[in-house]
């Protein structure tokens, strides 16, 4: 008897709530349309103009042609490398620094920590020519190093010109964009159990064998995400590397300013151009799969 009643309770609360139609009707269809007209009209359409020079040469029609000439050139291979070692090894830098510091300031207390963790999230609005224009104060060749080397030793000029090779844009790479990793990873490790960290130094884990075997593999996710995101930014930098005034660095994205403004040579530009988008959204596909397994 009781069970019959419940069973009658039951049917009438589940017949009470009656489940919503969510069909899509045609006024769904009109809202959608305005934002992908707007999303058509100025990122879509633009970047088939992009596709379709890159397949007109000058001589007219439609061909190939332009791809064949690029590909075959020393100047993209050169530019193509570049960028990939420049991207890679950024990455790469951004990784170790962004987890060291990240490491200190999450888990080493001193005075104004929580300050330098906000400043993280501001230095992330930063444009990136202002800490090349930072570095060229300091490291540039009239900058404040060379200025105290030479009132130092009387020589007439200093020792800091690294800035105009490959290896001060990687510098300033580096300097901007591993707050783009350290994000992440302080998320990250506000969210680790520190009983696991008393429980390992109570059982005398060091330092390093703590943040090997318990700290260490619960950043593996933020540091991938962060790794993924900072790659693609990387790989797309034009204001470092137009900025600390490398002349012999030319990356893709150089390389396409090269060909377009200073050559007028549009074909090949948008060719560049192309394939710099093809590489950029292959690994924007990759950071964002790696995001949604670490639920960024």
């Known amino acids: 008897m009781a069970s019959a009643v419940a069973g009658d309770v039951s049917a009438g609360a589940s017949g009470s709530r009656p489940v ?16 992908v007209a707007v999303l ?10 992009v596709v379709q020079q890159s397949v007109s040469p000058d001589e007219g029609g439609t061909s190939l042609a332009p791809y064949g000439d690029v590909f075959a050139s020393a100047s993209f291979r050169s530019a193509l490398t570049t960028t990939v070692w420049l991207a890679a090894g950024s990455t ?30 501001v230095f992330l609005s930063f444009p990136s020519f202002l800490i090349t224009l930072a570095l060229l104060f ?79 593999p619960e950043a593996l996710p933020a540091l991938a995400a962060g790794g993924s995101l900072v790659l693609v930014m990387c790989l797309n930098e034009f204001g470092i590397v137009l900025f600390t005034g490398a002349k012999g660095v030319t990356t893709l994205p150089m390389l396409v300013y090269g060909k377009a403004i200073l050559e007028s040579d549009y074909p090949a530009a948008c060719v560049v151009a192309v394939v710099n988008i093809a590489i950029s959204v292959g690994l924007y596909s990759l950071y964002r799969m790696v995001s949604r397994r670490v639920g960024a």
């Open 138 to 216: 300091i490291y540039g060749t009239v900058g404040m190093a060379n200025g105290v080397w030479t009132d130092v030793t009387g020589a007439a000029d200093g020792p800091f010109h690294f800035l105009t090779t490959p290896w001060g844009v990687l510098l300033a790479e580096i300097t901007y964009f591993t707050p783009f990793v350290m994000r992440p990873l302080l998320a990250a490790f506000s969210q680790l159990d520190t009983a696991q960290l008393e429980v390992a130094s109570s059982l005398g884990a060091k330092p390093a064998r703590i943040v090997r075997q318990v700290i260490l």
């Open 92 to 121: 790469v830098g951004c990784l170790v620094l962004g987890f060291v510091l990240a490491l200190v300031i999450a888990f080493v207390p001193f005075p104004g920590g929580r300050a330098v963790a906000r400043f993280i999230d």
């Open 20 to 35: 919503p139609n969510r069909r899509r009707g045609p006024s769904n269809l009109v809202w959608a349309l305005p934002p």
């Open 40 to 49: 058509a009209l100025v990122f879509l359409y633009p970047l088939a103009l």
